[in-house]
C-alpha cells in the first residue's frame, strides 16, 4: 500500500540530513508505530507523507504511484501532525469544512460520532481561536477521523484524552484495523498505548532507520528450558487450549526457548506443564523493551 524507498531530507543551510536513505513498507490492516528520542526524524518523516514537505531524495508511493506526481493523492488520508483549522468557524463547521473541500460530504453524518469519540461535542458551537492546546488537539483528530479514512499518519493523538478517552479511541483504530484494513502509522509518548496498539515498529535514531520490529518482540516472556522438547512434549504444549493459535511459531528448532505474550491468558497452564516436563531453566520477561528502544531523553 505506502512504500518508502531510500528517503531523505537536508534543510537548506544544514550541513547534515534530518533524516537519510529510510526505507519502509506499510501494508492494509497495519497498524505501524513510529518511536525514537526528540530529533530523530520522526516528524521530518511524517511531514513528507503527508505531503508538507517534499524530500532531497527517494520516494514515497501509495499503490504504487507516486503521492508527489499529482494531486489528491491523499484523499483517504487522514493526518494529524499538527492541529489545523479554522480559528474563527465552530468545532463543528470546522468538520463540515474539511469534509466539503475533500468531496466527503456524504460523511456529515460522522460529525458528531467523531466529536463525542474525542469528547469535544459539548463544544461544538465553540471556535478553536478559544480552545486550549489540548482542545485543539482533540479537534486536530476529530479532522484526521471525521472522512473515514483508509490510511491514518497520527502524530501524539491520545494528548488530551483523558485515559477512558484514550482506550475508547484505541478501540476504535482497532475496530477500523479489523473491519475495514485500515493502516496506521502512529508516534506518541504514551508507550503503553503504543506497545498495545501497534503490530510493528520503526525506531528512528539521527535520522535513519535503526531498527523495525514487530510487536512480539515487546510485552513477551522467554523461557528458557533445562533441555528440549520432545516431538510428543511440543506436540502437547500447542494442544493447549488456544496455545496453537498465539503460540504457531515461538518454539525454536531445538525446542530450548519458547517465547509467549506476557498476558497471553493460557501463559500459567503452559509454565505448569513445561516446569513438569522439562524443567524451566530460566524466565526473562521482555516486556520493558519498547521502553528501551525509545529511550529515556523521548
Known sequence: ????????KQYR??????????????????IVGLIGKNGAGKTTLMKMLAKAQRPTSGSVTYNGVDIFSQENMLSRFGIMIQPVFVPNISAQDNLRWYLAIHGETAR????????????????????????????KQRLA???????????????????GLDPDGVLQLMSILQQWVAERSVSL??????????QALCSRFL??????????????HVGT???????????????????????????????????????????????????????????????HDKSAQLNDYFGDNE
Open 108 to 135: 456529515e453524518r460522522n460529525i458528531r460520532p467523531t466529536l463525542e469519540l474525542v469528547d469535544m461535542w459539548r463544544y461544538r458551537d465553540r471556535k478553536p481561536s478559544d480552545f486550549s492546546f489540548g482542545m
Open 221 to 283: 516472556i522467554i523461557i528458557t528450558l533445562a533441555r528440549p522438547l520432545t516431538h510428543t512434549e511440543q506436540s502437547q504444549l500447542k494442544s493447549l487450549t488456544s496455545l496453537a493459535q498465539a503460540m504457531p511459531a515461538t518454539i525454536s528448532l531445538d525446542g530450548v526457548s519458547i517465547q509467549v505474550a506476557a498476558d497471553h491468558p493460557h501463559l500459567n497452564a503452559a509454565l505448569s506443564m513445561l516446569v513438569t516436563t522439562a524443567g524451566v531453566a530460566s524466565i
Open 1 to 8: 500500500m505506502l512504500t518508502v524507498s531510500h528517503l531523505s
Open 141 to 159: 483528530l476529530a479532522l484526521a477521523l471525521v472522512s473515514e479514512p483508509e490510511f491514518l499518519i497520527l502524530d501524539e493523538p491520545f494528548v
Open 185 to 194: 502509522l502512529i508516534s506518541s509518548h504514551q508507550l503503553n498505548e503504543l
Open 203 to 216: 525506531f528512528l535514531k539521527q535520522g535513519r532507520l535503526a531498527s523495525a520490529f514487530t510487536a512480539d
Open 13 to 30: 543551510g544544514n550541513p547534515s540530513y534530518s533524516l537519510q536513505d529510510v526505507s519502509f513498507s506499510i501494508q492494509p490492516g497495519e
